[in-house]
């Protein structure tokens, strides 16, 4: 499939541009620690790294994408382990597994986007954090 001829456009991009990730750079890009990445692909499923030759894990835009899913059921919708897993059983059945798992990924850029605007703006801000008055 080859690109439109005026090229990609602004939202064209894509949110993990590498094939693979080490789980150093998952860590990094999700905000989790290994230990639970590693926890959770005992629990779900859908998360299952492939591993290298050197046998260490690597993981796909996709997989990333739904580690951020599971981290916004869990973190700020409050699932349990077993409410997340049966809600992304009745997302894929449903048809809804793709979209949400880009959407949970969305706001995870514009969560870490907004954190870094607050902390621009106490910068630019003489006194907003109390230095300077």
């Given at each position: 499939m080859s690109e439109p001829p005026h090229g990609p456009g602004p939202g064209d991009e894509p949110l993990v541009p590498k094939a693979?990730?080490?789980i150093g750079e998952v860590c990094e890009l999700t905000g989790l620690k290994a230990h639970v990445?590693?926890?959770?692909?005992?629990q779900f499923e859908q998360i299952r790294p492939t591993k290298n030759r050197a046998g260490n894990?690597?993981?796909r835009p996709r997989e990333i994408e739904l580690i951020l899913l599971v981290k916004h059921?869990?973190?700020d919708r409050k699932?349990?382990?077993?409410?997340?897993r049966q809600k992304l059983k009745e997302m894929r059945s449903s048809g809804e597994l793709r979209d949400e798992r880009e959407g949970a990924a969305e706001l995870e850029?514009?969560?870490a986007l907004?954190?870094?605007l607050i902390q621009l703006?106490?910068?630019l801000t003489p006194g907003l954090d109390g230095v300077g008055r």
């Open positions: 693979y990730y080490s990445l590693r926890y959770w692909e005992t894990r690597v993981y059921l869990l973190y699932y349990t382990i077993d409410g997340a850029v514009l969560a907004k954190d870094d703006r106490k910068i």
